[in-house]
């Protein structure tokens, strides 16, 4: 046992009764029905720890927690405990003084329960005492260990549904169709670095859907001053009007009604 080591509590029950047992006759095991139950020789708390992979069944006094017996356990199950034939409650326990002696007694429990739990107890360390050799064989041997294999066995296929997968990118790139404009015109951009005098309309007027503006418009360069601003006229009228023709009179180029002032 290395100096270092610390103990740890595994169990603990508050009442447990301690029997004398007679010689085992035969190898089929202890009968509690042989003891005298009634009459224990001892009775007193029962506590387990363990220090290292050993554990201790130490017997004390209830109130004073005085050591009445201790049994050292190095395997379980083995000759250390044993459990009875015909009870679950009893069980039989190699106590030891520290000198050499060694004697069997009897121990059971008032309560199905305790017992359970002592039983576990003793369990649970020793599959833990298992676990840590298997992990010290595995650190020194590494090798020795299994495995772990990731690859194809022979005949083994996967299969990929690659369809759904075509049709997921076929959705996501598909481009959108630019809705159609409602105005037959469309107003172009001025040039690049050039300026032009844009009539803006006046609070409350917009675009009509052909791109003209309303009645009335105001004349960046005039100072706030209104102008009629000419209706378009159809696409089949000439655009060009009188202006084609030569005239002397200056009143003959401005037809009434079309909405053109004279400066």
């Known amino acids: 046992m290395e ?13 447990v009764h301690v029997y004398r047992i007679p010689p085992r006759a035969t190898n089929r095991g202890y009968r509690a029905a042989e003891w005298q139950l009634d009459q224990p020789s001892w009775s007193g708390r029962l506590r387990i720890t363990a ?10 006094d209830r109130t004073s927690g005085e050591l009445f017996a201790q049994a050292p356990v190095d395997q379980f199950p083995g000759t250390a405990v044993e459990s009875v034939t015909d009870s679950s409650r009893y069980f039989v326990i190699r106590i030891e003084d520290g000198n050499g ?28 005492v298992k676990q840590q050799c298997e992990f010290a064989k595995q650190a020194q041997n590494p090798d020795l260990g299994p495995k772990l294999d990731l690859g194809f066995k022979e005949g083994q296929t996967i299969k990929l549904n ?28 001025p040039p690049p670095g050039g300026k032009t005098s844009t009539l803006i309309p006046p609070p409350g007027e917009q675009l ?11 004349a960046p360069s005039s100072g706030g001053a209104t102008m009629s601003w000419p209706q378009p006229k159809p696409a089949t009228a000439d655009i060009w009007g009188d202006f084609t023709k030569s005239t002397g009179s200056t009143s003959s180029q401005t037809q009434p009604g079309t909405g053109w002032v004279q400066f």
């Open 3 to 15: 100096e270092g080591e610390y103990e740890s509590v595994l169990c603990v029950k508050p009442e």
């Open 51 to 60: 220090k290292g992979q050993v554990a201790y069944i130490k017997l004390e």
């Open 101 to 128: 002696r060694r004697a069997f007694i009897g121990i059971g429990f008032g309560d199905r329960g305790d017992a359970f739990d002592f039983n576990v107890a003793l369990q649970d360390h020793f599959k833990w």
């Open 162 to 189: 690659i369809a759904n997968m075509k049709k997921k990118e076929g959705a996501a790139g598909t481009p959108r169709a630019r809705p159609a404009s409602t105005g037959g015109l469309s107003l172009l951009p």
């Open 208 to 218: 009509s859907a052909g791109g003209s503006l309303g009645q009335t418009a105001v």
